[in-house]
Structure formats: C-alpha cells, structure tokens
C-alpha cells in the first residue's frame, strides 16, 4: 500500500503545482522608472530617482518622491496583441475600456507598452528594487 501512496502524492504535487500557461507571470514588487520612449521622446531616468510603481496582491501606488500620485486595484490577463498573438496585459482599477497596455518581464526589468496596433504608442521601462 505505501509503495502506492507515495507515488500517487507526487503524481498529484506535480499536476496541482505545475504553472498553467494561461496565467500571466506576476509583477509583485517594487519597481523603478528607468526609461520612457514614445516616438518623440526618449528619456532616460538615473538611479535612485524614485519614481516607483508597487504591486501587492491586486493593489497598485505609484508614487514621486515618496508621494502617492495614484493608487488602486489592477488584473492581470492574457489578451490578443496582433496576428492572433497572446500578450499578458494589465487592467487599471476595473477600466476594461481603457487603452490597452501590454507588459513583460525581463530579468529584473518590467516593461510596459501600449497596445500595438496603436503607432505612436510608448514603452516604459522599470528596474525592480524589491
């Protein structure tokens, strides 16, 4: 009987922990603005300029200088990008009608961009701190 117990537990751990590839990766922390572009401006930001976006849960603030400037709830979901791509998008405060924004992970970077079917959209760029 325990001979088949044990593999029964790890057939199960392995099916319930496996990471769905429906879920978007998770943006918890606290990140930094490094870089703003648009096709007009391209700025960069030093470190230590705190200009910071946190996120918990499924609560967001983002704040200059040590003040909120804006804060609330936000989702994260999977949406069609372009040519029936899926791209992981993030919803602020319930406002689904909203411009779409698109975000990714790359290492310690966060990076966000509008939809892509708008031309002169922008993409942000965030370093995380915590």
């Known amino acids: 009987m325990k001979q088949f117990v044990l593999p029964s537990l790890l057939l199960?751990?392995?099916v319930c922990c496996k990471k769905s590839k429906d879920m978007p990766?998770?943006?918890?922390g606290t990140w930094e603005i490094q870089r703003y572009m648009t096709p007009w401006i391209n700025r960069v930001y030093?470190?230590?300029?705190?200009?910071?976006?946190?996120?918990?849960?499924?609560q967001y603030q983002r704040?200059?200088?040590g003040q909120i400037i804006k804060q609330g709830t936000f989702r994260l979901i999977k949406d069609e990008?372009?040519?029936?791509?899926?791209?992981?998008?993030?919803?602020?405060?319930?406002?689904?009608n909203a411009s779409r924004e698109f975000y990714r992970i790359e290492g310690d970077r966060l990076i966000?961009?509008?939809?892509p079917r708008i031309m002169d959209g922008s993409v942000i760029y965030y370093h995380r701190i915590k």
């Open 63 to 65: 704040t200059i200088d």
């Open 46 to 58: 030093t470190p230590g300029n705190d200009t910071l976006i946190k996120f918990t849960l499924n």
């Open 12 to 14: 199960l751990l392995l």
């Open 81 to 96: 990008l372009l040519n029936n791509e899926m791209g992981n998008r993030i919803i602020y405060d319930g406002e689904t």
């Open 25 to 28: 990766p998770s943006i918890s």
């Open 112 to 115: 966000f961009s509008s939809d």
